[in-house]
């Protein structure tokens, strides 16, 4: 089963993704013991941000002072 605080980190990094403007359809976004991976391949919507590379850089920021993220792996390639 899975672990609560796992289920309600990886709702906090889906909503992380989706207020920068970043698109994750083609992303695996989840965490697992704490330690959030990003995989896949990330872009951005219509109007969002040009550098996907830097608001990924700075998601990953974010999220690391979360208390139940304890750390974030980033593997994908970033679409503009």
Same mark, same amino acid.
């Given at each position: 089963?899975?672990?609560?605080?796992?289920?309600?980190?990886?709702?906090?990094?889906?909503?992380?993704?989706?207020?920068?403007?970043?698109?994750?359809?083609?992303?695996?976004?989840?965490?697992?013991? !704490?330690?959030?991976?990003?995989? !896949?391949?990330? !872009?951005?919507?219509? !109007?969002?941000?040009?550098?996907?590379?830097?608001?990924?850089?700075?998601?990953?920021?974010?999220?690391?002072?979360?208390?139940?993220?304890?750390?974030?792996?980033?593997?994908?390639?970033?679409?503009?």
């Amino acid at each position: 089963m899975a672990d609560p605080n796992d289920v309600a980190a990886t709702k906090a990094v889906r909503q992380e993704f989706s207020k920068r403007g970043l698109d994750t359809t083609r992303a695996d976004l989840r965490v697992t013991h !704490g330690i959030a991976y990003i995989r !896949g391949s990330i !872009g951005t919507i219509k !109007g969002g941000p040009q550098d996907v590379r830097a608001e990924l850089e700075t998601i990953a920021k974010v999220l690391r002072t979360r208390p139940n993220i304890k750390d974030v792996i980033v593997d994908c390639t970033m679409r503009s």
